[in-house]
């Protein structure tokens, strides 16, 4: 049984996982903001990452919208000039599932895009809401040796009855948040009926085939993005619902988890280190409706530090950093109107600097 409550002793080390220079609460300037994709779709669910000397930004779209629909497809870009222009490299879809959530991880000496799977009906059929069922999900991945030639789509062994989302890989083992039903109950169907959602940490040696490590939520599962630490320590930020997010700690094994409750509710979380300091992101809750925040991670406190131009269905930033003081966000809003005056859901960039 997953141990969960530690001792004082235990806990010390996990309570010292951020540097010092992390308490600098700098402004962060945002320029250059530009639509970088928009084809009349639903286009949604960000992540960005720096391989093989290109950036490589990757999202949802959907010509049904947000909800469950099996003509969705994952679009994978590329950038050769530092996120000036970009082309299509790759698109791929599942058959009978929603794909959705993709996120990059480069291990083993190859670009992975992972996606998590909704089954959503034979054919370009749609179940009612009311039969989404999280025990039927499934991961799924793309792989790159090279960026140019694309594996076909793999079913990843061991995610079955999981939502995965976000990966992350340390001391050469990948790591993945899976969500879940508690003890897949059969007992809720529905999209969001589960009362009960754990998350897991799951591990792999080679990015396809996923073991159970140990719960790291055990009545709060949602979305998670971890960092590693070069000693191995684990942090993470993670969604909690529509409740306040959750920072957690551990280290190896990962069968221990230190959790510490925000003050700010983060949807579709970013965790990522730029320079000495850590930028946190999400859809944040505001009186005049969602907006896609970034933050600074001071001390398990998050500290508001730029906001997107968004609004409406908006959120799941990607970043990656240029130096410690440049770097590049994307995200995805449905604050724009097209030609018609028909809200569009469109991927935007902008250049993040730090203002010292």
Not at 116 to 121: D, E, F, I, L, P
Not at 217 to 244: I, K, V, W
């Amino acid at each position: 049984m997953t141990r969960i409550l530690l001792s004082l002793t235990a806990l010390l080390p996990m309570l010292a996982i951020l540097p010092s220079r992390a308490a600098e609460a700098v402004p962060v300037e945002v320029t250059n903001i530009r639509r970088v994709f928009h084809n009349g779709e639903h286009n949604a669910f960000t992540d960005l990452i720096r391989w093989r000397d290109r950036l490589w930004l990757t999202f949802r779209s959907c010509p049904g919208g947000h909800a469950v629909f099996s003509t969705s497809r994952i679009i994978v870009l590329a950038s050769d000039d530092e996120g000036k222009s970009w082309d299509t490299v790759h698109e791929f879809s599942v058959p009978d599932r929603d794909t959705r959530d993709p996120h990059f991880l480069a291990f083993r000496g190859k670009l992975f895009v992972y996606t998590g799977t909704w089954y959503a009906g034979p054919g370009e059929e749609q179940l009612p809401r009311e039969q989404y069922d999280l025990n039927k999900h499934l991961g799924y991945a793309v792989f790159s040796e090279d960026g140019t030639s694309w594996s076909e789509p793999h079913a990843l062994e061991g995610t079955y009855g999981h939502y995965i989302w976000r990966a992350a890989s340390h001391d050469g083992r990948a790591y993945l948040c899976g969500r879940r039903k508690k003890d897949h109950s059969e007992n809720e169907s529905g999209a969001g009926a589960p009362r009960i959602v754990q998350s897991a940490l799951l591990e792999s040696d080679d990015g396809l085939v996923w073991r159970y490590r140990s719960l790291f939520q055990e009545n709060r599962g949602d979305e998670t993005a971890f960092h590693f630490f070069p000693d191995g320590r684990l942090l993470g930020l993670s969604r909690s619902g529509s409740a306040p997010a959750h920072l957690v700690r551990s280290r190896p094994p990962y069968e221990t988890w230190d959790r510490r409750e925000l003050s700010e509710y983060v949807g579709g979380p970013l965790l990522a280190k730029w320079g000495d300091r850590f930028l946190a992101g999400g859809r944040r809750s505001t009186g005049d409706g969602p907006v896609t925040q970034l933050y600074w991670l001071i001390d398990d406190t998050l500290v508001p530090c730029a906001q997107l131009p968004s609004g409406g269905d908006n959120s799941y930033p990607g970043f990656v950093s240029f130096d410690d003081q440049r770097g590049l966000v994307s995200w995805y809003s449905s604050h724009e109107r097209d030609e018609s005056g028909e809200v569009i859901t469109a991927i935007y960039l902008a250049d993040l600097a730090v203002s010292e």
